[in-house]
């Protein structure tokens, strides 16, 4: 069964018709990479998995989201509960204005963990996790705003991960970051799927055609194309796709 | 021609800043000279002296303690160090129970010998007169006449500037009805401009916001005796009902009608803080499970605290500097407050009550320009408190 099941999905802001008819199954454990040309609704997607786009007014959907089977936007979600499962890394790195620990420990805390000891303990493995350890361990009770751009995002990644979700969005994760950065944030991709289904909306084909095991290609509200990254790049069946990944558009 | 039009402009504005600059330090260096002129003021009534019997040791007395001596509030000499014996206080208007009107002269010319043989055969007595009238050669002493000290202004407890033969000027009751009525007033304004702030900024809809947010704005715009209108309509009434007061102007009407003046303020200055904390910060925040109250008290306040504060303190700068409403609700009674549910008095207050019957260049009229200065350093200190908060925001 798929991790993710999206079926017949339309979804509209106000009176802009955003997603057309857009179906697709994620597996478990697959990082699966959105692509596409600004306003393709390729964000939009990802921002329905886990009901973000609930905080904007005057939006519709139409269709079913499936996770593990289960419709999460039936009457009985619990929204809270389906985004600690689902987690999010966004464009820009948007720590809190607090201590890395307490950046890291905050989704735990949210969630009613008291118990000092375990945070402790949780902090550390996903920083570690995070590839972050090393570079803060002396410096957990500092402002995370003190980090640079790329340390910051991973952060992000670190503390999304700290709930222990199953699945993890990427808006444009490395978009802001400089390549050092990108490269180890791609790095840390490849390393967290082992653990995460991992859905990345990207600009960069490079860095699409470099994580991803499947590709989704979307243009004005539809999915073009969907497959495996590796056929998606080398032999993609629409023209549409062909014309975009080798910049003839977009 | 233009280059010559350019110059003329700037210039004009050059002058016109130079010249607001100076007017604004010469008011507050007249604020100052005007102020700093009470210490100078003698304790006892310019032109008047206090004579006492020669045998009588006491040459010193305090202000409170004139004052206590001539309202028969301290009547023996043990009690200021002298030996044990009867005050006897004297005024000028004494004198036609001492002495017939024959005595005294149709124009009162045989009055200053009269009175110096009265002090010269009283023990106890401690007369308020003209110094001129008494006669140089008299046998009698003086309570030495000095210059009002700083420790008797400032730590002063009585303000009574139009007691004879010596006023007091303690600003201690003033100074603590105004932070009394001010800190009860952001104690009361805190919760609900909060309140109101995290209502409109976090769940109420846009059409709300935009609907609201001009309606709070509108209250500062309200003139200050209005508000105190209804508080002495409304509140006071009220509170003698509630509590069982004999009067109901008291520190709380005072305190309840400045946080309904400071709420605008507080409102408009933290909701624009928590409105500023941005969307990523709270989408990170509910993307980890956190629900709408756990974002609120746990990413927006803190994030946008420095703001909050910022609305608290300038509120409080509104309520220490106001006048009208407070002189209308208070009750005016210049005692330190020891319930809020008593009268009480603050510095703009007084100032605006007294300085019409203060004659201009008298110690009476010094003291409230010194009261003005007091007040400009509170306020002085207020706003630097709200620079240095948003400064520490900014960085």
């Known amino acids: 069964m798929e991790k993710i099941l999206i079926r017949d999905v339309n979804f509209w802001y106000g009176d802009f018709h955003a997603l057309k008819n857009v179906s697709l199954g994620i597996e478990e454990r697959e990082v699966v990479a959105f692509i596409g040309p600004s306003g393709c609704g390729k964000s939009t997607l990802l921002r329905l998995l886990n009901r973000m786009n609930d905080l904007i007014p005057a939006t519709r959907l139409t269709g079913e989201i499936l996770l593990d089977g289960r419709d999460i936007y039936d009457r009985q979600e619990d929204v809270d509960r389906l985004r600690k499962e689902v987690g999010m890394v966004f464009q820009r790195p948007n720590p809190f204005p607090k201590s890395i620990f307490d ?22 493995e996903t ?61 840390l991709i490849r390393e967290l799927r082992r653990e995460v289904t991992i859905v990345i909306v990207t600009h960069n084909m490079q860095q699409a055609a470099r994580v991803s095991d499947r590709t989704a290609f979307f243009y004005m509200g539809e999915m073009v194309e969907y497959g495996l990254t590796k056929l998606i790049f080398t032999d993609p069946l629409k023209e549409a796709t ?9 | 021609m233009k280059k010559l039009l350019e110059k003329l402009v700037a210039s004009i504005f050059t002058v016109s800043g130079l010249l607001t600059s100076i007017v604004i330090l010469l008011i507050v260096g007249f604020l100052f000279s005007e102020g700093a002129g009470l210490f100078r003021n003698r304790i006892i009534d310019p032109g008047y002296v206090l004579a006492v019997n020669k045998s009588n040791p006491v040459r010193e007395l305090s202000p409170e303690q004139i ?109 603590t009805g105004t932070l009394w009525v001010s800190f009860f007033a952001i104690l009361f304004a805190f919760p609900f401009g909060i309140g109101v702030s995290v209502y409109l900024s976090e769940i109420a809809s846009e059409r709300t916001r935009q609907l609201l947010r001009p309606v709070i704005e509108l209250l500062n715009g309200i003139p200050s005796v209005v508000y105190g209108f209804f508080g002495l309509v409304v509140i006071v009434p009220l509170l003698q009902r509630v509590f069982g007061l004999p009067v109901g102007e008291s520190g709380l009407a005072g305190s309840i009608v400045l946080a309904i003046m400071a709420l605008p303020t507080i409102i408009a200055v933290a909701e624009d803080a928590m409105h500023n904390c941005p969307r990523a910060m709270r989408e990170a925040s509910l993307a980890l499970g956190a629900t709408q109250w756990q974002t ?38 210049a ?53 240095a908060i948003s400064s520490k925001s900014r960085s």
């Not at chain 1, 950046?103 to 550390?124: C, P, Q, S, T, W």
């Not at chain 2, 033969?165 to 303690?170: A, I």
């Not at chain 2, 746990?298 to 106001?322: C, D, T």
Request: with cysteine; glycine share 10%; hydrophobic share 45%.
């Open chain 1, 103 to 124: 950046n890291v420990a905050y989704g735990l805390r949210v969630n009613g963990i008291r118990d000092k000891e375990f945070i402790a303990h949780r902090v550390e």
């Open chain 1, 242 to 250: 062909q014309n975009y990944i080798t910049g003839r558009f977009g």
């Open chain 2, 296 to 333: 609120i008290y746990r990413v927006v306040i803190p994030y946008s605290i420095s703001g909050i504060a910022s609305g608290v303190v300038l509120g409080i700068g509104r309520a220490v500097g106001e006048t009208m409403a407070v002189l209308m609700v208070t009750g005016n009674a």
């Open chain 1, 127 to 187: 920083l570690r996790g995070a590839a972050l350890w090393d570079e803060v361990k002396d410096k957990l009770k500092a402002s995370a705003f003190a980090l640079s751009g790329g340390q910051q995002q991973r952060l992000c990644i670190a503390r999304a991960m700290a709930v222990a979700p199953s699945v993890l969005l990427m808006d444009e994760p490395a978009s802001a970051l400089d390549p050092i950065s990108t490269a180890k944030i791609e790095e």
């Open chain 2, 335 to 387: 005692v330190i407050p020891t319930s809020i549910l008593e009268p009480l008095r603050t510095i703009p207050a007084t100032i605006a009550a007294e300085l019409g019957e203060a004659p201009a260049g008298g110690a009476h009229y010094e003291s409230l320009f010194l009261l003005g200065i007091v007040l400009f350093f509170i306020t002085l200190a207020i706003n630097l408190g709200v620079e």
């Open chain 2, 67 to 175: 004052k206590a001596i001539f309202d028969s509030d301290l009547v023996d000499w043990a009690e200021v160090g002298g030996d044990s014996g009867p005050i006897v206080p004297f005024r000028l208007e004494d004198a036609d129970r001492y002495f017939s009107e024959a005595q005294l002269g149709p124009n009162y010319e045989h009055a200053g010998r009269l009175i110096a043989e009265l002090i010269e055969r009283t023990p106890g007595i401690v007369a308020f007169v003209p110094g001129q009238m008494l006669p140089p050669d008299a046998e009698i002493a003086f309570i030495e006449d000095r210059t009002i000290s700083f420790s008797e202004i400032f730590a002063g407890k009585e303000w009574f500037p139009t007691a004879t033969p010596s006023p007091l000027f303690g600003i201690v009751p003033l100074v």
